[in-house]
């Protein structure tokens, strides 16, 4: 199961940009959370680096997402710039433009795109120390500008589809990967009591393991007849397998 972990941007005495009393740092919290139970919902894990309004430095929020072993990074954050109304749209930043991160940073901009906010782009920021700092893949989403009244407008209007449309960007990149991950690394232990080339003896061998119990079968490779018990998905259950078979007397090696 994937594990992804939020960033909520700044907290407690760092407000971030601030807007006709509006803080980003409350906004990019309420974002955090919608988007993390979004991914809850749909089965992953999920790591938040606040919950509540604390000060954390970019890098304690870096260490504080490694610790947690997370697969994926999400730094949620709302832009400014220096007059208001200047600027509108989203913006997603990377450290570099390869890989997961590139997907996703991708696949956020387009949705975001579609509920209306204008698309900026990816930009690459290896100087950010959240995305320097972080071990696994991590975008930092910029969710339209607070300083702006129509990007204000649509994160207050259409928030929840905001929130849906980020949790699935990742959701598609990060648990399509790791499928194929899995899917890769999928690997049965047996335990092998014995081969034959008598095709009868190693028959023999088989029906005495399952008189007994056991789960034996027969299989065939390059000339010799194979008796082997399980299979196991984890090497533990099959190496207490083995030792049950060697007290009753077989000779047993584990094979893949
Ligand atoms: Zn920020």
Known sequence: ????A???????????????GRQEKDDNLKLALAVGERLQNAGTDVFYTRTEDIYQTPYQKAMAANESG???????HRNSSEYPNQYT??????????????????????GLENIGFRNNGVKIRPGLVILRRSRMPAVLVETGFINSEEDNRLFDEEFDRIADSIADSIL????????????????????????????????RQQEKL???????????????????????????NAVRMEA????NGYQTYITT
């Open 89 to 110: 749209g989203v913006e997603t930043l990377v450290y570099d433009n390869k890989g997961e991160k590139a997907e996703v940073a991708e696949a956020i901009n387009s």
């Open 70 to 76: 997370a697969d994926f990074l999400v730094s949620l």
């Open 210 to 236: 399952s008189a007994e119990g056991y789960p034996a079968f027969l299989v065939e490779n390059n000339g010799y007849y194979l008796v082997q018990v399980g299979a196991f998905r984890k090497l533990e």
């Open 244 to 247: 049950a078979l060697r007290e």
């Open 1 to 4: 199961m994937a594990k992804i």
């Open 172 to 203: 598609q990149t990060v648990a399509k990967n790791e499928d194929a991950v899995q899917e890769r690394e999928e690997v049965y232990y047996r335990v092998q009591t014995g081969a034959f080339r008598n095709r009868e003896n190693a028959l």
């Open 6 to 20: 939020i960033d909520a941007g700044h907290g407690g005495a760092d407000p971030g940009a601030v807007y006709q």
